[in-house]
């Protein structure tokens, strides 16, 4: 009698089916910006999560990173880039680097790329990882709640962890037109979008959130509400 083949399960196929997958998940939760879900198709997050977690690394949920750090859900990702208005050739500077992932995201969406990273941990492992991987982005370890006024003005900016208010330095550290993404709050937080006109900030609320603490070394100017 005839014994069937074993196949073996091929890894990489199976990444990019999960990630299409969760491409029509983002789609079926609003997010419509087709480079934005261009990037989630061509960005391995399974490449920026623990060995340990990467069965799920394409759950639309937060997964853990370590130093008590997370990668935030794809969806929380992809609204914030979506809102962000990134167009290739825009300067962008990211706010807490983490793992890299929204990193990847930004340059694949044809961002210049700033990032900084306040975990010494995370900002090397991140910079590995990143060249590793072919991303171009400029990194630093440093307090992202300064901002890097050398690079200024940028078009965007996205904070990845929450304070009661925003930095004021991010505010003027942001080109005329440009966006700030930065959750607000502590105990309740939400998603927002500050657009700058001139000397003044139109507010939105894009969704609620749940982000780590912006850590800062030292009182900080505060921006508006």
Not at 119 to 142: F, K, N, P, Q, T
Not at 189 to 205: C, I, N, S, V
């Amino acid at each position: 009698m005839a014994t069937g083949r074993l196949t073996e399960r091929d890894p990489a196929a199976d990444y990019r089916r999960d990630r299409r997958r969760l491409v029509e998940r983002l789609r079926d939760r609003g997010v419509s910006d087709l480079a934005v879900l261009h990037a989630f198709d061509s960005v391995p997050r399974h490449a920026f999560v623990p060995d340990v977690m990467r069965a799920r690394a394409y759950e639309d949920v937060p997964l853990p990173i370590g130093r008590g750090q997370t990668i935030s859900s794809p969806t929380i990702h992809a609204l914030s880039l979506e809102y962000a208005e990134i167009r290739p050739g825009h300067r962008v500077l990211e706010v807490g680097t983490g793992a890299g992932f929204q990193t990847a995201l930004l340059a694949a969406l044809g961002a210049a790329v700033y990032s900084i990273e306040r975990i010494a941990s995370l900002y090397e492992a991140a910079a590995r990882r990143l060249d590793r991987l072919g991303v171009d982005a400029r990194l630093m370890h440093g307090d992202g709640s300064r901002g890097w006024p050398k690079h200024a003005p940028f078009q965007a900016i996205i904070v990845g962890a929450a304070a009661a208010r925003p930095p004021e330095a991010l505010f003027r550290q942001l080109a005329d037109g440009g966006r700030l993404i930065v959750p607000v709050g502590t105990r309740r937080q939400e998603l927002r979008r500050y657009t700058r006109r001139g000397d003044d900030f139109a507010r939105e609320t894009i969704t609620g959130a749940r982000f780590v603490p912006l850590i800062q070394d030292g009182p900080r100017g505060e921006g508006p509400e």
